[in-house]
């Protein structure tokens, strides 16, 4: 799995790779683009078939299926979320914060607690043996104009 912890504009996720018990680097996790940040949790392989199905915006031709895979859409702008879990249909995340994967539940404390989302992904790495390898944030063109209050 991995953790994905989103807040006010603001995404982050770890690097680790797990895969039939071996551990490493997943360079794929988080794909970028010129507007959108794609990340994955649960089956690697799916996500990023679908990630390719919906950059080459092959609507007319059948979604591969995700079963078990959520695919989040990071808009890069705006910084607005949404989600895939159906082949079919994606959902806005309307949450002002926002967690998933194997330690999405340490993430989500710790943003609640006042963390920002790369600071709960790190914290989510000591609770969590399916999240590490380091943390990558991305911060949206909306969320580095918002005044701090």
């Not at 963390?115 to 000591?126: G, H, L, M, Y």
Request: aromatic share 10%.
């Amino acid at each position: 799995m991995t953790t994905i912890a989103y807040k006010e504009g603001v995404i982050a996720c770890d690097k680790q790779g797990t895969s039939y018990n071996q551990i490493g680097q997943a360079p794929f996790k988080a794909i970028v683009d010129n507007n959108n940040v794609y990340l994955v949790t649960g089956t690697l392989y799916r996500g990023l078939t679908f990630i390719g199905w919906l950059q080459d915006n092959r609507a007319d031709t059948k979604a591969p299926k995700l079963k078990g895979t959520f695919v989040y859409v990071f808009d890069r702008e705006t910084g607005e979320l949404e989600v895939w879990e159906h082949e079919m249909q994606s959902m806005p995340v309307v949450d002002p914060i926002w967690a998933d994967g194997s330690g999405g539940q340490f993430a989500m404390g710790a943003m609640a607690a006042g963390c920002t989302p790369a600071e709960a992904v790190k914290i989510a790495t000591k609770y969590d043996c399916y999240t590490g390898g380091g943390v990558q944030q991305w911060k949206s063109k909306a969320s580095k104009n918002r005044k701090s209050t």
